[in-house]
């Protein structure tokens, strides 16, 4: 027996820790195990990939995985981005999901009725359990639940050996997440069939379209053009998202002073008046291609008028 | 208003009088919250469009530049993580000659950034920016402080403040993470003779602002040394990027102070000083301290503050008040 994994995140999130706990919880029961994440220059809420391979057998390669039984995915905004990482999920495999969408949904984003599909709200039993946005230990636990290992006691052992702190709130978040997880099995199933892809290797550093560019187009001495960054859409890295209450609002402007992502915009809007009479006012707006949802913008605002609201 | 009394000029961009144009674009990959990207937002407003941007390796280098695209929409030229100062010489010294031969307009008024981090400035940068300032040459060196080297995993550096947990300095039984103080790069700077040196914080972003044009209108090389709160780095919850920043000034750990022309200002005051627990105990990276390290750091706050007080020759600084709430509340500032 050899289980190939894949688990991609955000930077933050704990992608790198949870597959080092399933490392050390699968050893401990008795398995090999190889965990090697895939660094790259990841920022804070830029995604990140890590893979783990469990075999009975000891691992002597330590290949990157490219088509995985298993995909760990920690942001359902990720399906677009990285959706060969889940073309490249063998059929029959599991795609377990961190979303909080009902299970109906969250298969839907997924795509595919010859994987089963594990659907967990990570980030709720986070924020429950650590006050935290880590959702690592939920899915962990939902892992657990449905290869059937490591058993919890072991990662557990694990928590205690890699982390040493924290770990009665990790534990709860781990056992709440292996109770609850939802298993939508895969419909139909021909094994023989291959993945409609593979995994690429380069490290995703900004969610957005890709261009490869070749040789032939590479400027002189790597030249590019100036403020040519727009189609990189950083609004994916987002957990929770601010909504303005324009009421509140007494454009002050201090959000917009104070967003590092360049993302709060000031928008003419036409409004009526009361008498019917029409005339443009500016309001405060938000780019949400590029907000990453840090929730600078509501803390600073003097009014509490910005609030921030969960997304995924 | 009796600051803007006293530095006629400070507040002249306060009234909804920051350019609206952007130059430092979205779509960057700094962690979120990241302050790099407020500094270098307003940064660019100021400097506008005739600026020449020299950027070492560091967090706002990686993040802002991924082939095949870029944020900045200015030159940007990428250097060695040791050769900010001497790269900008270069350029500085080659537009002269540009302008003297006709091929420039003489007139035309270029600025020259260098942007670097605290590691590629007071670290392994320090003898290119030495040499760039003993030289002369008319370049602003802005350094953005996040007090480690962050873009490689948060190592120390020669700005890390005493008492902070770093993976190079982590805190253990013995030692309480890093046990030197911050390099005083201001007066190291200052003290190559320059026109002008300051300090800044983002989240004052009037005061910032205001040294950027002060540093563009200098006749000769100008430094800025600008704290930058780092999420990872410093291990903050992500929306109290400006509060941490806020409460620096607040408790006098970060004092904003120019040096121009040798002549030493304090233009943020601050009447009443919040103990320095307020900005410690917002981050993980000073979580382990105990309370004699932290009347340690006290200490060596109240110290730096009498002297910035003695070299004003009144009190600027106030004395520490704990009845102070340690978050401001909305909307009291
Ligand atoms: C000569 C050299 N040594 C080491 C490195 C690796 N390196 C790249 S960025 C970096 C840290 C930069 O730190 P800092 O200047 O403080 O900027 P920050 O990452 O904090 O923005 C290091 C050590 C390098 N690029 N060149
Ligand atoms: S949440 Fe952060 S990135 Fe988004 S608009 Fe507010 S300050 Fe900008
Ligand atoms: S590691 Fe720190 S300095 Fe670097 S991008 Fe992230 S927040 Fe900014």
Redesign the pocket.
Known sequence: MRIETVWVGRGGQGIVTATYIIANASIIDGFHAIANPEFGAERRGAPVKAFLTISKEPIEDQEPVKTPHVAVVFDDKLLGAMQFVIDAVKPGGYVILNTGKSPQDAAALVGRDDVNIVVIDAIAIARKHLKLDVPNGPLAGAFSKVMGFPSLQSIREAFETQLGKAVEENFAAVKEAYEVAAVIPAKKVDASAKPKGIISTTSAFLTGPYEVVGWREVNKAGAVFPGSSFPYATGGWRIDKPVIDHSKCIMCRKCWLYCPDDAIIEAWVEREGPRGRKFRMKMIDFDYQYCKGCGVCAEVCPTGAIQMVREI | MKVAEEYPGLYEYANFELPQEELFLPGHGLCASCT?GVIARHMLKVLGPDTIVVN???????STVVYPRTNWAVPWIHV???NGGSVASGIEAAIKVLKRRGVIDPNRKINIVVF??????????FQALSGMLERGHKVIYVM?????????GI?R?G?TPFGASTTTAPAGKKVPGNVTHKKPMVAIAAAHGIPYAATANPAYVHDMVYKFKKAAEADGPAFLHIL?S?TP?WRFEPKYAIRVLELATETGYWVNYEIDHGEFRVTVPVPKRKPVKCFLQLQGRFRHLKPEEIDTIQALIDKDVAEINRIVGREVIGPVDPGLECLTPRGAR
Request: hydrophobic share 25%.
């Open positions: 790099i070492p390796t560091g967090c706002a280098e990686v060695a993580f040791g670097a981090g605290d590691g590629g400035t007071a670290d392994i940068g953005y402080d996040n007090e480690g080297y962050m873009n490689t190592q550096s700005t930058q780092c780095g």
